[in-house]
């Protein structure tokens, strides 16, 4: 299959033919329709994830067409359009029998603990646990475009701080998946307050649904500032940047009783941020949560907000390539320089 393999880090990927996936027993194999360019990805190519052994193929936020099924796989058939979470339980042990398969002991990673979809077709394990038939409703592009910002952002959003109409989410980073929370708490109806430093990313959170914008390059101080819209504080903080000044104005912008939940990986220096525990979750009541990815079993919550109306992914789209210019969307990452989502459409 053609594919394109991190060999170097940080150097161009290389386009080229390379083995066909095995297929699991339990598992499928898909021909990839459109895959999603992710700042996880970035991390990869970087070198900074431990999980990635070269020569690699990226790719979690993939779409496309089931082209076999595993003996031991019951419920996906060949022909289906599926998509499938980047992190993957193997849905029999305890914990993914309660419904939480992001937190399985054995996940696969796809595009990380395994190869991933930066081509022609990808292995899907445990696919009756994880494999998502997408509805009519829901292009090739819309489910890449999800990805794990969108789902991530859905579980965090909906899921762990649990934000109701009506009340504020504050989101600190504006990439990719920090406007998929702005986008996912305006569709619940909360009032969004979006923090970036790039007037670009602003202006785009405003149309995902941001009420209010605050650049954090040109205010003193972006908790108060917060504080001061919301008057008295954010009922939720979504952190989406993994930087530990981030993470201290999520705290910071929180009012009484708020709930920060951490979706920006910490990774190096911000692993261990040095926490303010008594200001901030012994007297205020503050609640801290980290979310990482969705179970499959909660897609179709997502993609019924999306046939409501109510969360417009087409218009978080920005460019469309092909599998030969991933490698420069990575530098561009390197500067900051991405806006909105990138797919990967031709491969
Ligand atoms: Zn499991
Ligand atoms: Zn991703």
């Not at 058939?77 to 042990?93: F, K, L, S």
């Not at 990482?292 to 993609?303: D, E, N, T, V, W």
């Amino acid at each position: 299959m053609k594919a394109a393999l991190l060999e170097e880090f940080e150097q161009p990927l290389n386009v080229t033919t390379t083995r066909d996936p095995v297929l699991p027993d339990d598992g499928i194999v898909v021909r990839v329709n459109t895959c999603g360019v992710c700042r996880s990805d970035w991390h990869g190519w970087k070198g900074t994830n431990p999980l990635i052994k070269r020569p690699h193929v990226p790719g979690h936020e993939f779409a496309g067409d089931v082209v076999a099924v595993g003996p031991d796989c019951h419920q996906i058939n060949i022909g289906d359009r599926v998509t499938a979470p980047v992190i993957m339980g193997c849905g029999c042990c305890p914990t993914c029998r309660q419904g939480q398969l992001t937190l399985c002991d054995t996940q696969h990673v796809i595009g990380f603990s395994g190869w991933g979809a930066f081509a022609e077709l990808v292995a899907i394990p445990y696919a009756d646990s994880n494999a998502v038939v997408l509805p009519d409703s829901v292009g090739y592009d819309v489910a890449a475009a999800l990805g794990c910002r969108t789902t991530t952002a859905f579980a965090a959003v909906v899921d762990r701080a649990q934000v109701r109409a009506g009340e504020s989410l504050a989101v600190h980073g504006c990439g990719g998946v920090g406007l998929s929370a702005v986008s996912i708490g305006a569709a619940v109806g909360a009032t969004v307050i979006a923090v970036d430093i790039i007037e670009e990313k602003l202006h785009l959170a405003k149309e995902a649904g941001a009420t209010h914008v605050v650049n954090a390059a040109t205010v003193n101080d972006v908790a108060g500032t917060i504080r001061e819209i919301t008057g008295g504080g954010a009922n939720a903080s979504i952190e989406a940047l993994g930087i530990t000044e981030t993470f201290h104005n999520s705290l910071r912008c929180l009012a009484k009783f708020g709930r920060h939940v951490q979706i920006g990986q910490p990774l190096d220096d911000h692993a261990t941020p040095l926490i303010p525990l008594l200001e901030t979750v012994y007297y205020r009541q503050l609640s801290i949560m980290g979310s990482r990815g969705l179970s499959a079993h909660r897609f179709p919550a997502l993609f019924a907000l999306i046939a409501a109306g109510r969360l417009d992914m087409q218009r978080l789209i920005k460019n469309r390539i092909t599998l030969e210019q991933a490698s420069d969307v990575f530098y561009q990452m390197d500067n900051h320089e991405d806006v909105g989502i990138t797919l990967i459409e031709s491969i």
